[in-house]
C-alpha cells in the first residue's frame, strides 16, 4: 500500500504506476497532477495538499503483488512514495482511479473527519465516559490526576491552564509542568513528556489542530487511544518555583477490540539521548526513538533551537526496523520528512503534520508528523533517527517526543530529564562583532539607482562576519549607484576601513565620499563565499555629522557570474589621533629592545654541549632558570619553540648589523650545534626538532615523544637554513641548502595532502597523517592549521633561489589556501583557534613571496586583502586590565592573550608591506608594534616576557609577583626574545629606524 507520495518540485514530466503487472499504468499523470486537485481521486484537500511549499497525497494506492513507478523527463526534482508490504495471505484491492462508489464514500467521510479537527472532533464512542479534574500543584509536588480502574481506554485529553503571555515564563512553563502516565500497575511511566510539549509542539503555546493533537484556543487536545486492561494512572509534577493550576478533562470508553490485541501507547521526552553508538553514525545521526521489543512507531514532534539562523535541517530521517543494518526508510532531508520544502519558514497545519513556530528558521523551529495509516511496525526492535548537520556547540540544539505503542508489560529505554536541561537552553547567544564597528546592514539607504538591498545573514559561510549579517545589494547592474548615510560622531581624522563579502558571483566596486573617490576600485570575485578583511581606505578629514557614501558597480572579473552583487559587512573608523599607533619612547627605543634581548639570550641562556653553544631550554624565567615543569621545558634544538637556527639566524645577522664578531661566533656555534649534534638525518633531509637535555635524548614534539611532528614546523626549520645561508659562504652555506632541499623532497614524498588539499597539521615520524590533536582526540585543525603554510615559504624559496623548482606545487597549494578563503587555524601547536594573528602574518609573508614567483596580481591581492588587513582584526587600541596593551595583536579569538614572537612576526609583514607600497599605514603598524613589544622588557636583564595576558588566561601563579593581570615571568630565549629582530633590522635597512651604531 502507497501511504504517501510527496515532492519539492512535481513538473509536468509524467509518472506513471504500474500495479501487479499491469502492461498499463494504473495511473498516468504529470507530476504536479498528482498533487492539483484536478485528477480523481486525488481531489481531497485534506489528503492532498501543499503546505510551505511542499507537495504532499496521502490517498491511499493498494497494490497485490507488484509496483513499478516509472518517471519521463521533465518529472521534477525530489520525491517520497511511502509504502507498506503485508505479510503473505493479506488480501488488498488493485488501485483504480476509477473509484468504486463504497470506496468514494470512505474518502469523503475520511476527507471530512480529517479537514474538522480540534478538541473532541472524532467521533464519540459508545458507553463513553468523562472525568473532569482541576489541580492546583505547588513548587515541587508531584499529584495524581485521575486513577482508572479495570480494563478500558482514554480516547480523548484536553488541558487547559493559564501560561503568562509573551514572556519568557511563557516559554517555561510547559516544560516545568510534565504529565507521566501508567498503565496497568506498571512502575516506571509509558508517558514521561513536559506538559506542552507532549501536545506536539514546543515551546511555549503555539496554537495549530492536527489528527492526534493540537493547540487551540479552547486548550490543549490528544485524540491518541490509550487503552490499558488493569487500571490507569495519571500524575502531574510540577519543577517550577511558582503554583499552577490545571484543568484536564478525559473521555475513557470500552475497549474497541480484546486488550490482548492492543499495545499500550507511549511518548518520552528527549535531548541527545541513546545516541548511536556507531562512531561514524554518532557523527550526524539524532536520534528520535530507540526501542527493544514489538510495537508501532507513529509519530514524532521535533523542536530545534537554532538561534545563528541559516538552514537546519538537511538531514535525512532513517528508521531501521528490526535490527536493520541499512534503514527501510531514508529520506531525502528534514523539512522533506515533516511534508514541506526548500527549508521554507511559513507555518502550516493539517492533520498529518505541521509547522507550529519558525521564526523565520533562527531561533526556535517546532514541526511534527503523524504516521497514523502509515504506522511502522516492528517485532524486536526499532530505531528512528534524523540527520543533524550543525553541532550543539554552534548551537542547534534539538528535543523531541516519539509517540509509539508497545505490546503490555515492556518497557521502554527513556528515563525523565531534569528541569535544568529542559528550559533556559535557549538563552539568547553573543553574535561576535568587530569592535567600534557601524554595520553595513544598520545604515540608512538614502537612495539607489537599481536593484533591491536587504540584510543578509552570513553566518552560515563562517564566522567572520560582523553581526553575522551584512548589507545585500542586488540586482544592480554596471553604472547604478547605492548611497548610504554614514554617522560620524565627532569632529576628527579618521583611517575609514570596511569588511566586504567576496563571491563568485559578486561585482568590481568604487567608493566615494561626499562626491570623492575614496580608494581604489575593489573586485569583489572570488570562486567561494569569504570575508574580505578589513580594506583600508585611508585616512579622510571627517566633521561631525552625516556623510554621504556612495557605492558604484564598475563591472565583474571576467571569471564571475554576471549578477554584479555586493555586500557591505561594516564600515570602521579609526581616530588616528589615537587607538592602536604609538609614538617611540626615546628613553627607550626599539633598537634599545632589540640589543637587550640579545643580552638576554647570550648571557643567560646559552651553554655548551659538545664544543658548541646550545640553549639551556625552550623555557626559562628572568634569571635564566629552566622551567622543568612546563611541556617545552628540558628541551632545546631547533623544533618550533626552541627555535635554535632561527635564534641562531638572528643573533648572526644582528651581529653582521652591529659589527660585533663575538656575537657573529656564538651564532655560528648555535648553528654549528644544530648540524652536527644529530638533529638532522643528512641521507633523508628528516630533522629531529629537540633534545630532551635531562636525559640527553632527541624527541619529535613538545610532549617529549615520538608519534607526532608537525611537517610545516620541520620546514621552517629548513626554511631558516636557507635565510642564513644567504649571509654565509664556503661549506656551512652548502650543507645549510642542502639539507634545506633534502628536507623538502622528504616533506614532497612522505606528507600526504588532507581531504581539502592542504597539508596535514600533525603527521607520524612516517609521514602518514596523524589526525588527532596532542592529546590523542580529534583535532579540529588537522586541514586548518596555517603550519602548512612553512612548506609553500621553503618550497618558494629554494625554487628563488635556483635549488629546485617547486613552481607547480607553490601554485597548486596557493590555490587551496585561497580557494579556502585563507587557512589561518593555529600555528602554535599547543592551540585550537581557526583564526590566529600570527597565521595572518606568514600567510601575508609566504603569498607575497609566491606572487613573486608566480607572478601573479591576484596571490599578491589576496595576501594584501584578506591575509594582511585580517591583522586588523587583532588590534588592541588601549590598554586593558591597567596592563600596556595598546599596540599589540592579540593571539586569537578563543585565547586573547598577546604573545610577543607572534606580534614580531607581524611587524616584519607589515615593514615588507611597506617595502612594496610605502603605504604609510603599515609603516605605523610595524613600528607601533615593536614600540609596544619594548614596554615589556626588563631592564636589569634584558628579559622579554613569552606574553601579556590582561585577562588572567593562564593563571595568576603565572604572572610576575602573581598579580591578577601583567606579564607572564617565562620566555622562550630563542624564539621569543630574538624573534624582534628580524623586524628591527628590516624597519633599519628600510629607513625607518636611525642607523645608531
Given at each position: 500500500?502507497?501511504?504517501?507520495i510527496?515532492?519539492?518540485?512535481?513538473?509536468?514530466?509524467?509518472?506513471?504506476?504500474?500495479?501487479?503487472?499491469?502492461?498499463?499504468?494504473?495511473?498516468?499523470?504529470?507530476?504536479?497532477?498528482y498533487?492539483?486537485?484536478?485528477?480523481?481521486?486525488?481531489?481531497?484537500p485534506?489528503?492532498?495538499?501543499?503546505?510551505?511549499?511542499?507537495?504532499?497525497?496521502?490517498?491511499?494506492?493498494?497494490?497485490?503483488?507488484?509496483?513499478?513507478?516509472?518517471?519521463?523527463?521533465?518529472?521534477?526534482?525530489?520525491?517520497?512514495?511511502?509504502?507498506?508490504?503485508?505479510?503473505?495471505?493479506?488480501?488488498?484491492?488493485?488501485?483504480?482511479?476509477?473509484?468504486?462508489?463504497?470506496?468514494?464514500?470512505?474518502?469523503?467521510?475520511?476527507?471530512?473527519?480529517?479537514?474538522?479537527?480540534?478538541?473532541?472532533?472524532?467521533?464519540?464512542?459508545?458507553?463513553?465516559?468523562?472525568?473532569?479534574?482541576?489541580?492546583?500543584?505547588?513548587?515541587g509536588?508531584?499529584?495524581?490526576?485521575?486513577?482508572?480502574?479495570?480494563?478500558?481506554?482514554?480516547?480523548?485529553?484536553?488541558?487547559d491552564t493559564?501560561?503568562?503571555?509573551?514572556?519568557?515564563?511563557?516559554?517555561?512553563?510547559?516544560?516545568?509542568?510534565?504529565?507521566?502516565?501508567?498503565?496497568?500497575?506498571?512502575?516506571?511511566?509509558?508517558?514521561?513528556?513536559p506538559?506542552?510539549?507532549?501536545?506536539g509542539?514546543?515551546?511555549?503555546?503555539?496554537?495549530?489542530?492536527?489528527?492526534?493533537?493540537?493547540?487551540?484556543?479552547?486548550?490543549?487536545?490528544?485524540?491518541?487511544?490509550?487503552?490499558?486492561?488493569?487500571?490507569?494512572?495519571?500524575?502531574?509534577?510540577?519543577?517550577?518555583?511558582?503554583?499552577?493550576?490545571?484543568?484536564?478533562?478525559?473521555?475513557?470508553?470500552?475497549?474497541?477490540?480484546?486488550?490482548?490485541?492492543?499495545?499500550?501507547?507511549?511518548?518520552?521526552?528527549?535531548?541527545?539521548?541513546?545516541?548511536?553508538?556507531?562512531?561514524?553514525?554518532?557523527?550526524?545521526?539524532?536520534?528520535?526513538?530507540?526501542?527493544?521489543g514489538?510495537?508501532?512507531?507513529?509519530?514524532?514532534?521535533?523542536?530545534?533551537?537554532?538561534?545563528?539562523?541559516?538552514?537546519?535541517?538537511?538531514?535525512?530521517e532513517?528508521?531501521?526496523?528490526?535490527?536493520?543494518?541499512?534503514?527501510?526508510?531514508?529520506?531525502?532531508?528534514?523539512?522533506?520528512?515533516?511534508?514541506?520544502?526548500?527549508?521554507?519558514?511559513?507555518l502550516?497545519?493539517?492533520?498529518?503534520?505541521?509547522?507550529?513556530?519558525?521564526?523565520?528558521?533562527?531561533?526556535?523551529?517546532?514541526?511534527?508528523?503523524?504516521?497514523?495509516a502509515?504506522?511502522?511496525?516492528?517485532?524486536?526492535?526499532?530505531?528512528?533517527?534524523?540527520?543533524?548537520?550543525?553541532?550543539?556547540?554552534?548551537?542547534t540544539?534539538?528535543?523531541?517526543i516519539?509517540?509509539?505503542?508497545?505490546?503490555?508489560?515492556q518497557?521502554?529505554?527513556?528515563?525523565?530529564?531534569?528541569?535544568?536541561?529542559?528550559?533556559?537552553?535557549?538563552?539568547?547567544i553573543?553574535?561576535?562583532?568587530?569592535?567600534?564597528?557601524?554595520?553595513?546592514?544598520?545604515?540608512?539607504?538614502?537612495?539607489?539607482?537599481?536593484?533591491?538591498?536587504?540584510?543578509?545573514?552570513?553566518?552560515?559561510?563562517?564566522?567572520?562576519?560582523?553581526?553575522?549579517?551584512?548589507?545585500?545589494?542586488?540586482?544592480?547592474?554596471?553604472?547604478?549607484?547605492?548611497?548610504l548615510?554614514?554617522?560620524?560622531?565627532?569632529?576628527?581624522?579618521?583611517?575609514?576601513?570596511?569588511?566586504?563579502?567576496?563571491?563568485?558571483?559578486?561585482?568590481?566596486?568604487q567608493?566615494?565620499?561626499?562626491?570623492e573617490?575614496?580608494?581604489?576600485?575593489?573586485?569583489?570575485?572570488?570562486?567561494?563565499?569569504?570575508?574580505?578583511?578589513?580594506?583600508?581606505?585611508?585616512?579622510?578629514?571627517?566633521?561631525?555629522?552625516?556623510h554621504?557614501?556612495?557605492?558604484?558597480?564598475?563591472?565583474?572579473?571576467?571569471?564571475?557570474?554576471?549578477?554584479?552583487?555586493?555586500?557591505?559587512?561594516?564600515?570602521?573608523?579609526?581616530?588616528?589621533?589615537?587607538?592602536?599607533?604609538l609614538?617611540?619612547?626615546?628613553?627607550?627605543?626599539i633598537?634599545?629592545?632589540?640589543?637587550?634581548?640579545?643580552?638576554?639570550?647570550?648571557?643567560?641562556?646559552?651553554?655548551?654541549?659538545?664544543?658548541n653553544?646550545?640553549?639551556?631550554?625552550?623555557?626559562?624565567?628572568?634569571?635564566?632558570?629552566?622551567?622543568g615543569?612546563?611541556d617545552?621545558?628540558?628541551l632545546?634544538?631547533?623544533?618550533?619553540?626552541?627555535?635554535?637556527?632561527g635564534?641562531?639566524?638572528?643573533?648572526?645577522?644582528?651581529?653582521?648589523?652591529?659589527?660585533?664578531?663575538?656575537?657573529?661566533?656564538?651564532a655560528?656555534?648555535?648553528l654549528?650545534?644544530?648540524?652536527?649534534?644529530?638533529?638532522?638525518?643528512?641521507?633523508?633531509?628528516?630533522?629531529?626538532?629537540?633534545r630532551?637535555?635531562?636525559?640527553?635524548?632527541?624527541?619529535l614534539?613538545?610532549?617529549?615523544?615520538?608519534?607526532?611532528?608537525?611537517?610545516?614546523?620541520?620546514?621552517?626549520?629548513?626554511?631558516?637554513?636557507?635565510?642564513?645561508?644567504?649571509?654565509?659562504?664556503?661549506?656551512?652555506?652548502?650543507?645549510a641548502?642542502?639539507?634545506a632541499?633534502?628536507?623538502?623532497?622528504?616533506i614532497?614524498?612522505?606528507?600526504?595532502?588532507?581531504a581539502?588539499?592542504?597539508?596535514?597539521?600533525?603527521?607520524?615520524?612516517s609521514?602518514?597523517?596523524?589526525?588527532?590533536?596532542?592529546?590523542?582526540d580529534?583535532?579540529?585543525?588537522?586541514?586548518?592549521?596555517?603550519?602548512?603554510?612553512?612548506?609553500?615559504?621553503?618550497?618558494?624559496a629554494?625554487?628563488?633561489?635556483?635549488?629546485?623548482?617547486?613552481?607547480?606545487?607553490?601554485?597548486?597549494?596557493?590555490?587551496?589556501?585561497?580557494?579556502?578563503?585563507?587557512?589561518?587555524?593555529?600555528?602554535?601547536?599547543?592551540?585550537?583557534?581557526?583564526?590566529?594573528?600570527?597565521?595572518?602574518?606568514?600567510?601575508?609573508?609566504?603569498?607575497?613571496?609566491?606572487?613573486?614567483?608566480?607572478?601573479d596580481?591576484?596571490?599578491?591581492?589576496?595576501?594584501?586583502?584578506?591575509?594582511?588587513?585580517?591583522?586588523?582584526?587583532?588590534?588592541?587600541?588601549?590598554?586593558?586590565?591597567?596592563?600596556?596593551?595598546?599596540?599589540?595583536?592579540?593571539?586569537?579569538?578563543?585565547?586573547?592573550?598577546?604573545?610577543?614572537?607572534?606580534?614580531?612576526?607581524?611587524?616584519?609583514?607589515?615593514?615588507?608591506?611597506?617595502?612594496?607600497?610605502?603605504?604609510?599605514?603599515?609603516?605605523?603598524?610595524?613600528?607601533?608594534?615593536?614600540?609596544?613589544?619594548?614596554?615589556?622588557?626588563?631592564?636589569?636583564t634584558?628579559?622579554?616576557?613569552?606574553?601579556?595576558?590582561?585577562?588572567?588566561?593562564?593563571?595568576?601563579?603565572?604572572?610576575?609577583d602573581?598579580?591578577?593581570?601583567?606579564?607572564?615571568?617565562?620566555?622562550?630565549?630563542?624564539?621569543?626574545?630574538?624573534?624582534i629582530?628580524?623586524?628591527?633590522?628590516?624597519?633599519?635597512?628600510?629607513?625607518?629606524?636611525?642607523?645608531?651604531?
Amino acid at each position: 500500500m502507497i501511504w504517501r507520495i510527496w515532492s519539492a518540485l512535481p513538473k509536468e514530466g509524467h509518472v506513471k504506476i504500474y500495479l501487479d503487472g499491469a502492461k498499463e499504468p494504473a495511473v498516468d499523470l504529470p507530476f504536479i497532477g498528482y498533487f492539483d486537485l484536478e485528477n480523481a481521486p486525488f481531489t481531497y484537500p485534506a489528503l492532498v495538499h501543499e503546505t510551505a511549499r511542499g507537495q504532499n497525497n496521502y490517498v491511499p494506492i493498494p497494490f497485490q503483488k507488484s509496483c513499478k513507478i516509472t518517471a519521463e523527463k521533465d518529472w521534477g526534482a525530489y520525491y517520497h512514495f511511502t509504502y507498506t508490504t503485508y505479510p503473505e495471505g493479506t488480501v488488498v484491492p488493485t488501485f483504480k482511479r476509477e473509484l468504486a462508489a463504497d470506496a468514494i464514500r470512505a474518502l469523503d467521510r475520511a476527507n471530512a473527519a480529517l479537514v474538522s479537527t480540534g478538541p473532541g472532533s472524532l467521533v464519540r464512542r459508545r458507553h463513553q465516559q468523562r472525568i473532569s479534574k482541576e489541580i492546583t500543584i505547588e513548587p515541587g509536588e508531584t499529584a495524581t490526576v485521575v486513577e482508572l480502574d479495570g480494563a478500558q481506554a482514554i480516547t480523548d485529553i484536553q488541558v487547559d491552564t493559564e501560561v503568562p503571555a509573551e514572556t519568557p515564563e511563557d516559554l517555561n512553563v510547559l516544560r516545568e509542568l510534565t504529565v507521566h502516565m501508567y498503565w496497568d500497575g506498571e512502575a516506571q511511566p509509558s508517558v514521561w513528556t513536559p506538559l506542552g510539549d507532549f501536545f506536539g509542539t514546543a515551546p511555549g503555546v503555539n496554537k495549530y489542530g492536527s489528527l492526534p493533537l493540537g493547540m487551540t484556543d479552547r486548550g490543549f487536545y490528544s485524540h491518541w487511544y490509550m487503552p490499558f486492561r488493569d487500571g490507569a494512572t495519571v500524575k502531574l509534577t510540577n519543577d517550577g518555583d511558582t503554583g499552577r493550576t490545571v484543568r484536564f478533562l478525559f473521555r475513557c470508553a470500552p475497549l474497541s477490540q480484546p486488550i490482548d490485541k492492543l499495545g499500550r501507547f507511549h511518548a518520552k521526552w528527549h535531548r541527545d539521548t541513546l545516541l548511536p553508538d556507531d562512531a561514524e553514525r554518532r557523527k550526524i545521526d539524532w536520534t528520535m526513538l530507540k526501542t527493544q521489543g514489538r510495537g508501532r512507531f507513529c509519530g514524532v514532534m521535533l523542536h530545534v533551537w537554532n538561534p545563528r539562523g541559516s538552514w537546519w535541517g538537511e538531514g535525512d530521517e532513517k528508521f531501521f526496523v528490526d535490527g536493520e543494518k541499512f534503514p527501510s526508510t531514508f529520506g531525502t532531508g528534514s523539512e522533506d520528512y515533516f511534508g514541506y520544502a526548500w527549508c521554507d519558514p511559513e507555518l502550516f497545519e493539517n492533520c498529518y503534520h505541521n509547522q507550529t513556530i519558525s521564526m523565520q528558521n533562527r531561533g526556535h523551529i517546532s514541526v511534527n508528523r503523524w504516521h497514523i495509516a502509515d504506522n511502522v511496525p516492528f517485532q524486536t526492535s526499532f530505531e528512528a533517527a534524523i540527520e543533524k548537520y550543525y553541532s550543539n556547540e554552534r548551537p542547534t540544539l534539538y528535543a523531541s517526543i516519539a509517540y509509539w505503542y508497545q505490546e503490555a508489560g515492556q518497557s521502554d529505554p527513556y528515563e525523565p530529564v531534569d528541569v535544568e536541561q529542559r528550559i533556559g537552553y535557549w538563552h539568547p547567544i553573543e553574535v561576535f562583532k568587530v569592535e567600534g564597528a557601524i554595520e553595513g546592514e544598520e545604515l540608512p539607504v538614502l537612495s539607489r539607482t537599481g536593484g533591491n538591498t536587504t540584510r543578509q545573514d552570513m553566518y552560515g559561510f563562517g564566522p567572520d562576519w560582523s553581526n553575522d549579517s551584512h548589507l545585500w545589494w542586488t540586482g544592480a547592474q554596471p553604472g547604478d549607484m547605492l548611497e548610504l548615510a554614514l554617522p560620524v560622531e565627532k569632529d576628527g581624522t579618521y583611517r575609514i576601513k570596511v569588511q566586504l563579502t567576496k563571491a563568485r558571483d559578486y561585482g568590481i566596486v568604487q567608493f566615494h565620499l561626499n562626491g570623492e573617490k575614496l580608494g581604489a576600485p575593489i573586485d569583489l570575485y572570488n570562486n567561494g563565499v569569504i570575508a574580505t578583511g578589513a580594506l583600508d581606505l585611508g585616512p579622510r578629514e571627517l566633521p561631525r555629522g552625516a556623510h554621504r557614501l556612495k557605492v558604484e558597480i564598475l563591472g565583474a572579473n571576467e571569471q564571475a557570474v554576471k549578477s554584479y552583487m555586493f555586500g557591505l559587512d561594516y564600515i570602521k573608523l579609526e581616530d588616528t589621533a589615537s587607538g592602536f599607533y604609538l609614538p617611540e619612547d626615546p628613553d627607550y627605543t626599539i633598537l634599545d629592545s632589540v640589543r637587550d634581548s640579545i643580552r638576554f639570550t647570550t648571557q643567560y641562556t646559552l651553554v655548551e654541549y659538545k664544543g658548541n653553544l646550545c640553549c639551556k631550554s625552550s623555557f626559562v624565567d628572568k634569571d635564566g632558570n629552566i622551567m622543568g615543569w612546563h611541556d617545552f621545558g628540558n628541551l632545546e634544538g631547533p623544533g618550533w619553540a626552541a627555535n635554535a637556527v632561527g635564534g641562531a639566524y638572528e643573533l648572526y645577522a644582528f651581529g653582521l648589523y652591529s659589527r660585533d664578531t663575538a656575537l657573529q661566533e656564538q651564532a655560528l656555534s648555535l648553528l654549528d650545534h644544530v648540524l652536527e649534534a644529530g638533529f638532522i638525518d643528512y641521507d633523508t633531509g628528516f630533522i629531529t626538532g629537540y633534545r630532551e637535555t635531562t636525559t640527553d635524548t632527541f624527541c619529535l614534539n613538545y610532549q617529549h615523544k615520538n608519534n607526532w611532528f608537525c611537517a610545516g614546523s620541520m620546514a621552517r626549520i629548513a626554511y631558516q637554513l636557507l635565510l642564513f645561508s644567504d649571509l654565509l659562504e664556503g661549506p656551512r652555506q652548502e650543507t645549510a641548502r642542502a639539507v634545506a632541499l633534502k628536507t623538502a623532497q622528504w616533506i614532497d614524498t612522505h606528507v600526504k595532502s588532507t581531504a581539502n588539499g592542504w597539508y596535514p597539521r600533525r603527521c607520524k615520524p612516517s609521514g602518514e597523517h596523524y589526525p588527532q590533536n596532542a592529546y590523542g582526540d580529534g583535532d579540529i585543525l588537522f586541514e586548518k592549521s596555517g603550519d602548512g603554510l612553512f612548506i609553500i615559504q621553503l618550497n618558494t624559496a629554494l625554487t628563488e633561489r635556483g635549488l629546485a623548482d617547486y613552481t607547480a606545487k607553490v601554485r597548486e597549494k596557493v590555490d587551496v589556501f585561497m580557494k579556502a578563503g585563507g587557512i589561518f587555524g593555529s600555528i602554535n601547536h599547543d592551540t585550537y583557534d581557526e583564526h590566529e594573528s600570527v597565521a595572518y602574518a606568514v600567510a601575508f609573508r609566504t603569498l607575497r613571496a609566491a606572487a613573486r614567483l608566480l607572478n601573479d596580481e591576484a596571490v599578491r591581492q589576496f595576501a594584501y586583502e584578506k591575509c594582511l588587513a585580517g591583522l586588523d582584526q587583532f588590534k588592541m587600541a588601549e590598554d586593558r586590565n591597567g596592563v600596556q596593551t595598546q599596540g599589540l595583536l592579540y593571539m586569537e579569538k578563543s585565547w586573547d592573550t598577546a604573545y610577543l614572537w607572534e606580534n614580531a612576526e607581524a611587524a616584519a609583514a607589515y615593514f615588507e608591506a611597506y617595502q612594496d607600497t610605502k603605504n604609510d599605514q603599515c609603516r605605523r603598524d610595524g613600528l607601533t608594534i615593536l614600540r609596544a613589544i619594548a614596554k615589556h622588557h626588563q631592564r636589569d636583564t634584558g628579559f622579554l616576557t613569552e606574553g601579556v595576558d590582561w585577562n588572567n588566561h593562564v593563571g595568576k601563579q603565572h604572572h610576575f609577583d602573581e598579580a591578577e593581570y601583567g606579564d607572564i615571568k617565562y620566555t622562550e630565549p630563542l624564539l621569543n626574545n630574538l624573534h624582534i629582530a628580524e623586524p628591527t633590522l628590516l624597519a633599519i635597512k628600510l629607513g625607518l629606524v636611525d642607523d645608531a651604531r
